[in-house]
């Protein structure tokens, strides 16, 4: 009998102690769980942050030369009580009547794929329409690929890192066709209202800005070049700056600072070789032309390599609807007693280009906003598509 209770406690002894040290191994094992769910946590949680980053990049991507020279750039702006950011007058584009053409007749646009959603069909049919003699040029981000591969391999590694449907893609194709066939690009939200012609005879470059309103409010600084319009000659000195730049892009980057409009825009004062405070200085442009009223270096502006910066009227006017009232207001103006510079010279923007905007009368393209580089998949899957040569059947598709 005391053999059976010595036995029996022995073994009660080693149940508890398996059972200890199962508890032990479980709760290590747990432990370990929530280290790596942490560890993962902390990953997740660090990229967020850097994507958060690059959107607040958006409006700080030059700011710190902003704060550097905001006391010279204030005093400058405050002695024009706020002035507009260009003539708010309707007026013809600058050209040469019957002038020798200096941007090739080539209609450029982009898709992932070429089948094309159909809320784009007639803003891009208006470009043949108009245009009826240009030829059209049209680019998937497959024949992309082969494009690069074939004129620029240093760039295939970036484009092909940028992700499948990345829109970063686009940013990138648009720059290299343009340098090297020329032409003119345009985002398929955009549509064309008139003949282009006119605007190949006068300037070699031209690059359109965003509404000022939109750099005023958005980007805090006075203009930002839009990529959605460009028109350009063939081997342009400034665009080869902007494909070597983009070598070292960042693959996961904000496409608005990487890609973008904000990385144009910054490219663009490094090749005028200017800065913030220079361009803060209020210029007016006499009888040369209507340009915007900044300060964009000393090349003239019909120099084979200079790059014209032209009146908003022309090209990229629209403001992006959601930023308007139901009234058809500017949202940003008349909420509170607003004393920031760029608040108020925006506002007084938006006044002085009512008419304008209503009239529309030299105005080649407009730019519908749809955002769609935004949407998502799940959004662009429910959109009946049709195949480019359907939708433009002169398209000429890149297939080397």
């Not at 012609?197 to 930002?224: D, M």
């Not at 009146?311 to 990229?316: A, D, E, K, T």
Request: hydrophobic residues 35%; contains cysteine.
């Amino acid at each position: 009998m005391m053999w059976y209770n010595s036995n029996a406690q022995t073994m009660k002894t080693f149940f508890l102690l398996c059972l200890v040290t199962c508890m032990f191994l479980y709760c290590g094992l747990q432990i370990f769980k929530i280290e790596d769910l942490k560890m993962h946590y902390a990953k997740t949680k660090e990229l967020k942050k850097e994507e958060m980053n690059e959107e607040e990049n958006v409006r700080d991507l030059i700011e710190l030369e902003h704060k550097k020279l905001a006391e010279p750039r204030l005093e400058v702006l405050h002695n024009f009580k706020y002035p507009i950011y260009q003539p708010s007058e309707p007026a013809e584009f600058p050209h040469v009547v019957n002038g020798t053409i200096r941007i090739p007749h080539i209609i450029h646009q982009i898709c992932n794929t070429a089948s094309i959603p159909d809320n784009f069909l007639l803003a891009m049919r208006s470009f043949v329409k108009y245009n009826p003699t240009w030829e059209y040029r049209f680019w998937t981000y497959k024949s992309g690929h082969n494009f690069l591969r074939k004129y620029h391999p240093y760039l295939v590694d970036i484009y092909d890192s940028f992700g499948e449907n990345d829109v970063k893609k686009s940013d990138l194709l648009r720059l290299a066709v343009l340098y090297e066939y020329g032409g003119v690009y345009a985002d398929l939200d955009v549509s064309n209202v008139r003949s282009l012609n006119i605007t190949t005879t006068k300037y070699a470059c031209i690059i359109p800005t965003e509404p000022f309103e939109h750099a005023g409010l958005l980007y805090r600084q006075e203009f930002v070049l839009t990529t959605s319009v460009l028109l350009c000659r063939p081997k342009h000195p400034f665009f080869e700056r902007l494909l070597l730049q983009l070598q070292i892009a960042r693959p996961r980057g904000h496409p608005v600072t990487t890609t973008g409009p904000a990385f144009l825009t910054g490219m663009y004062l490094k090749y005028n070789n200017i800065t913030w405070s220079d361009v803060s200085v209020f210029i007016v442009n006499g009888t040369q032309s209507n340009a915007p009223y900044f300060f964009k270096g000393h090349r003239d502006e019909e120099n084979d390599d200079a790059i014209y910066i032209p009146n908003g009227q022309y090209f990229g006017d629209k403001i992006d609807p959601s930023w308007i009232n139901g009234a058809g207001e500017l949202k940003a103006c008349g909420l509170t007693k607003e004393t920031d510079i760029h608040t108020l010279r925006s506002c007084k923007e938006f006044e002085s280009r009512k008419a304008v905007r209503k009239e529309k009368l030299y105005t080649f393209t407009v730019h519908h906003w749809f955002h769609w580089w935004v949407q998502g998949e799940d959004f662009n899957k429910f959109l009946q598509t049709y195949d480019i040569k359907e939708v433009i059947p002169k398209a000429i598709l890149f297939e080397e």
